[in-house]
């Protein structure tokens, strides 16, 4: 009788063939695999399933020398509910990047990319149903292509099952900020070429895009307007596609020297709060930050107050208003260290009237002699976030680790951050998302294979492995006669009917290898043969319709 729900946590490594299933595996050397194909999978875009599980795209060359666009579903429990190695987005022999994502409402997503098709960077978009199912046209839609370069792509919901899209557009010459809106059957809604959001002299490049929550959005932009040097400028759309605020946006910061790399959350308030690298000190690039009401003012000081002003430099920024009353938290890369000249992930909350929460110049996060960059963070539904990041901490490769802070700025895991994935190799460009229930799930490329990328994710802190979604008795699951000598029949008797046709049944060793163990499906339950198998203690994982049972087998001489 099984006695311990969670002893056989650290132990699984499930590859479940039939299906394509996996699970969560709180081994760090394992994890689990999103994709293996052959040749690289890379630059993950990662979004909610709606169901406490994720839904990511990539960019994969499995096909030819082009990308082409990919997609896998992981459910809570961790198990892929598409086809092995993901669904295929777009498989057109030209090249697509820039993928961006985005949860349709009901469990899918939408997908929009910049696609080469015909010849320049056009916009394309697909959306997936919760099965995998494409909703539009075989390879996508086309959102614009019209002639020149259309591309950096970026996509959030307008909350009635389509998007809004943004990118940069050099259809007049230089480069100008677009946007076009696209219903969940696929339509384009406004003006066919889009809309210009900013048509200024000169280059506007890098748009970021938020939802305004009232069926528009704002969008942030790297601008060059002066003729000098980049500024950051925003501007808000409305749900037709008409701008609200003045034309080509209003100025953000237009302090002296290059301010770059803008990024934009809701400030819980109608509004918005923007943060970006600057260099106004003609030195190093700090961190500033915006605040912007529905209306379009600045609320802040002029050209923003500082999030970090440290020495040296402070880049690679990201930000997350999830879980937060008001304000945001930011989290970045910081080269201040003395000591090594190397870089370190630092975090701060800034609440609505700008005033950092935090230590001046933010928590460190990490204190190794080595570098830590490509921080992500997401909210832990407390008030408190967790922020994942490429970590050199073993010398030699790059691992992924993370961290959680309180509400207070109090790391609350082992100094410099628990890992996330230590195996031998490199690990690299983490994402991830909030599960909506105080965990975090993360993906990253992973080169284990020793030839290059594939994708790999991992959650934390581990979830137990009982889906919430069904309701069933562990303890119900029977496994007799015990110790195995010749076989064993492993069967349910609980309340409920369980159909064993469809399920599978894996085995690992007490080191955490799998271990293959010949089976067979009866009407009233799984009967294991002991065969050649050594005598010892094992570990079985039993998925049954997305429930998943685990249990320890011990095996007689």
Excluded at 19 to 35: A, C, E, K, Y
Excluded at 409 to 418: D, F, K, R, T
Excluded at 473 to 499: C, H, M, W
Aim: proline share 3%; glycine share 10%.
């Amino acid at each position: 009788m099984l006695k311990n729900k969670f002893l056989v946590i650290a132990f699984l490594n499930i590859a479940c063939l039939k299906s394509g299933f996996s699970q969560w595996n709180s081994n760090t050397t394992i994890n689990t695999d999103v994709v293996t194909a052959v040749n690289t999978q890379k630059n993950i875009s990662i979004s909610s399933d709606t169901k406490r599980g994720a839904i990511l795209v990539w960019e994969d060359k499995r096909n030819s020398t082009s990308d082409d666009v990919y997609a896998q579903r992981v459910n809570s429990a961790g198990l892929k509910k598409w086809v092995i190695n993901g669904v295929a987005v777009c498989t057109n022999p030209a090249e697509q990047n820039s993928i961006s994502s985005v949860e349709d409402g009901n469990g899918g997503v939408i997908i929009a990319w910049d696609d080469y098709r015909n010849g320049d960077a056009d916009i394309y978009a697909q959306r997936l149903d919760s099965n995998g199912v494409a909703q539009w046209t075989s390879d996508g839609i086309a959102v614009c292509n019209k002639s020149l370069h259309q591309k950096g792509t970026k996509l959030i919901s307008d909350g009635q099952g389509g998007a809004i899209i943004v990118w940069q557009d050099s259809v007049a010459g230089a480069t100008d900020i677009y946007a076009q809106r696209i219903s969940g059957t696929g339509a384009v809604l406004w003006a066919n070429s889009g809309v210009p959001v900013c048509a200024a002299p000169l280059k506007q490049i890098r748009p970021r895009i938020q939802s305004d929550n009232a069926g528009g959005a704002f969008i942030v932009w790297q601008d060059r307007r002066s003729g000098l040097d980049y500024d950051v400028y925003v501007q808000r759309i409305n749900s037709s596609g008409n701008v609200l605020w003045a034309a080509n946006g209003i100025a953000v910061c237009n302090a002296v020297n290059t301010q770059s790399y803008p990024k934009l959350r809701g400030d819980g308030a109608g509004g918005i709060i923007i943060a970006w690298q600057d260099k106004r000190n003609a030195l190093d690039t700090d961190l500033y930050a915006q605040r912007v009401d529905a209306n379009g003012n600045t609320v802040w000081q002029a050209n923003g107050l500082p999030v970090c002003v440290a020495a040296d430099n402070q880049e690679e920024l990201d930000m997350t208003n999830e879980g937060l009353a008001n304000g945001v938290i930011v989290s970045w890369t910081d080269h201040r260290s003395i000591i090594s000249n190397n870089s370190d992930v630092y975090i701060q909350k800034i609440d609505l009237a700008g005033t950092p929460q935090w230590p001046l110049n933010g928590v460190a996060l990490t204190s190794s002699l080595l570098d830590q960059k490509n921080s992500n963070v997401v909210g832990d539904g407390s008030g408190g976030a967790i922020v994942v990041w490429q970590d050199s901490v073993a010398g030699n490769q790059w691992d992924i680790r993370t961290q959680r802070v309180n509400t207070n700025g109090v790391p609350q895991w082992a100094l410099n951050g628990i890992p996330v994935c230590n195996q031998i190799s490199s690990q690299t460009q983490p994402g991830s998302i909030s599960n909506g229930a105080g965990g975090c799930i993360y993906a990253w490329e992973d080169k284990r294979n020793g030839i290059d990328d594939d994708i790999y994710v991992h959650h934390s802190p581990f979830p137990t492995l009982f889906n919430p979604e069904f309701d069933f008795q562990q303890d119900a699951l029977r496994l007799f006669p015990i110790p195995v000598t010749t076989s064993a029949l492993l069967s349910y008797k609980g309340d409920e009917t369980i159909n064993f046709t469809n399920g599978l049944l894996r085995f690992t060793s007490i080191t955490g290898n799998e271990t293959k163990i010949r089976y067979s499906i009866t009407n009233d339950g799984f009967e294991i043969f002991k065969d050649d198998t050594p005598a010892g203690i094992y570990f079985y994982t039993l998925i049954l319709e997305d429930r998943i049972f685990t249990g320890k087998m011990i095996v007689g001489k």
